[in-house]
T-cell receptor, first 115, second 117 residues
């Protein structure tokens, strides 16, 4: 299993540009999440998808949209990038067995810089 | 609401000495608690979790954590630190009263552990 994969690994955008961050998992997990990591602030949840076909806002959703394309894929879109969105973005997923008590599996991250 | 605090931005310890990374939490119901480790330029890796049962939880790489309900704490410990343990450590919590919504966790701000020779 490849686990949780994210593309791209690095990206530089200009203010106002748009882009989509891709995430896929091959572990048949139900729930998927998008976080951003900023120095001194830990991980903050942007959006999550409890199951295929559903998405919900997390702690910091403004400026982002998501799509749960199928059970494997969960993408994050920045419609008009702003410098405040410079961050490291992590995708994670949770296996279905054990209900809501399982740990999350994380991808390697995408480093995004908005100039 | 669920929250977690890691009061130390950095912990320094000599190799071979015991280490403790502190975590306190706040939830309405029973807490589900997790520790993750992040090495430079990598994603987070799961270390251990407390759901119920024995207050002392053992995890990967020789780490353990002690759940203390009266102090609302879940400190990460290791009897003998290694230089290779140097990394960023995150505590996370889920409120047991929450239903549905996937396994949403709230993460602490992280503690940088530095183990020196």
């Amino acid at each position: 299993n490849a686990g949780v994969t994210q593309t791209p690994k690095f990206q530089v955008l200009k203010t106002g540009q748009s882009m989509t961050l891709q995430c896929a998992q091959d572990m048949n997990h139900n729930s998927m999440y998008w976080y951003r990591q900023d120095p001194g602030m830990g991980l903050r949840l942007i959006y999550y998808s409890a199951s295929e076909g559903t998405t919900d806002k997390g702690e910091v959703p403004n400026g982002y949209n998501v799509s749960r394309l199928n059970k494997r894929e969960f993408s994050l879109r920045l419609e008009s990038a702003a410098p405040s969105q410079t961050s490291v973005y992590f995708c994670a997923s949770t296996p279905p067995t054990g209900g809501n008590l399982n740990e999350q599996f994380f991808g390697p991250g995408t480093r995004l810089t908005v100039l | 609401a669920q929250s977690v605090a890691q009061p130390e931005d950095q912990v320094n310890v000599a190799e071979g000495n015991p280490l403790t990374v502190k975590c306190t939490y706040s939830v309405s119901g029973n807490p589900y608690l997790f520790w993750y480790v992040q090495y430079p330029n990598r994603g987070l890796q799961f270390l251990l979790k407390y759901i119920t049962g024995d207050n002392l939880v053992k995890g990967s790489y020789g780490f353990e954590a002690e759940f203390n309900k009266s102090q609302t704490s879940f400190h990460l410990k290791k009897p003998s630190a290694l230089v290779s343990d140097s990394a960023l450590y995150f505590c996370a919590v889920r409120d047991g009263m929450l239903t549905g919504g996937g396994n949403k966790l709230t993460f602490g701000t992280g503690t940088q552990l530095k183990v020196e020779l």
